[in-house]
C-alpha cells in the first residue's frame, strides 16, 4: 500500500537535510580556502587522491602518491589547527551515517526513512492515540467472556498482517459503549503505523466537523480538504453515529466510503449503532458499502461494561 504525497514529504524532507548538511560544510571549506596555505595544500590533496585512484584502476604503482598524500594531510592538520577550523567541520554532518541522507541503502528504502515515516503517521492522526494499546498487552481477564475476545484479537492481527492483500478492506466494529471498542481500535491502528502504514484516525464527530468545513468553504482548492481522508492507506473513524445529523452528512459519508472501496482502501469504523440503526442512520446505499460482506469484515462485540468493571 502507497500514499505517495506523505511518502514523497518524507524523502524530500530526508534530502533537505542532507543539502543543508552539505551547505554548511561548504561554508567551512569557503572559510578555510581564504587560507593561501590551506588552498594550496587542499589543491594537493585532490590531485594526489585523483592520482591515486586513476593509477589502482590501471594497475600502476600507487606508493609515491600515498606517501606524499600521508605528508600533506599532516601538513593540513596543522594548516586547520592554526586557522582554528576542525577537519570533520569540512564534511557534511549527515544525520544517518548508512545512506548519507539521501534515504536510499542498496536500492532499498533506508531504515532512517522508515522512521522519519512513521513519526510522520503520527503526527497526521486526527487524534491522540495510546501507543500502549497493542494485540499484546490486551487484557483479556476483564471481559466475561476472554476466550471468545482473545480469539477475536488474534483473528484482527492476522488481518493486519494480511491486509494489503485481503479482499476484507472494511471493518466494521459494533458494540455497546464501554465494550473495549477504542481499545481494540487503537491495537489496530498502533500495529499498522508499526508497518508504516499511512493511516488517518478521526472520531465521527471531527469528521463531520471536516464535512462542515468543506461544505461551507467557497476556495477553489477546498477539494485539498479531504485528501487525508481519501488518499490514506488505512481510515479509522471511531464513534460513528455520535456526530450531528446534519444536513448532507449521508452523501458525505457515502462519497468517502464510495471513493476509498474503488480505490481499494480500507476504513476501519467503531460504532456503538447496531446494523439496523446504521441502516436508518445512513441509507441504503451507505450500508452497503459499509456492511457488503464481499468486502467487510463485520464484528459485533457484547461484553458488561469494561469501565464498570475495572473499578
Given amino acids: 500500500m502507497k500514499n505517495i504525497k506523505l511518502k514523497n514529504k518524507v524523502l524530500n524532507d530526508i534530502k533537505s537535510s542532507k543539502l543543508q548538511a552539505e551547505a554548511v560544510a561548504d561554508q567551512f571549506l569557503e572559510k578555510a580556502m581564504q587560507d593561501e596555505e590551506f588552498k594550496n595544500t587542499y589543491l594537493i590533496i585532490k590531485n594526489l587522491n585523483f592520482s591515486i585512484a586513476k593509477k589502482e584502476f590501471l594497475n600502476q604503482p600507487t606508493v609515491e602518491d600515498k606517501k606524499a598524500l600521508k605528508e600533506y594531510s599532516l601538513q593540513m ?5 592554526r586557522i582554528k577550523i576542525k577537519k570533520e567541520d569540512l564534511l557534511p554532518k549527515y544525520s544517518c551515517k548508512k545512506c548519507q541522507d539521501t534515504g536510499v541503502v542498496d536500492d532499498k528504502l533506508c531504515e532512517c526513512f522508515y522512521l522519519k515515516l512513521n513519526t510522520e503517521i503520527i503526527n497526521n492522526l486526527g487524534i491522540k492515540v495510546d501507543k500502549s494499546h ?5 487484557n483479556f481477564d476483564i471481559f466475561d467472556k476472554p476466550e471468545d475476545i482473545k480469539k477475536l484479537y488474534e483473528k484482527l492481527k492476522i488481518w493486519c498482517e494480511n491486509l494489503e492483500n485481503s479482499k476484507y478492506k472494511n471493518l466494521l466494529l459494533s458494540g455497546p459503549t464501554g465494550v473495549g471498542k477504542t481499545y481494540l481500535v487503537e491495537s489496530i491502528c498502533n ?14 464527530f471531527a469528521l463531520n ?10 476556495n477553489e482548492n ?14 479509522i473513524i471511531d464513534d460513528l453515529g455520535s456526530e450531528p445529523n446534519m444536513k448532507n452528512n449521508e452523501e458525505y459519508f457515502y462519497s468517502v466510503f464510495n471513493e476509498r472501496l474503488a480505490n481499494n482502501k480500507s476504513t476501519i469504523i467503531a460504532t456503538n449503532l447496531d446494523l439496523e440503526q446504521l441502516f436508518k442512520r445512513y441509507g441504503e446505499r451507505t450500508f452497503s458499502r459499509l456492511c457488503n460482506k464481499a468486502n467487510s469484515i463485520l464484528i459485533k462485540i457484547n461484553n ?3 469501565r464498570l468493571k475495572r473499578k
Fill in 77 to 81: 592538520d596543522k594548516i586547520l589547527n
Fill in 134 to 138: 497493542t494485540f499484546e498487552k490486551a
Fill in 191 to 204: 500495529n499498522l503505523i508499526s508497518k508504516n502504514v499511512v493511516i488517518n484516525y478521526y472520531t465521527a
Fill in 209 to 218: 466537523d471536516l464535512f462542515l468545513k468543506y461544505r461551507t468553504s467557497f
Fill in 222 to 235: 477546498k477539494a485539498g480538504l479531504l485528501d487525508g481522508v481519501l488518499q490514506c492507506d488505512v481510515l
Fill in 304 to 306: 458488561a461494561d469494561l
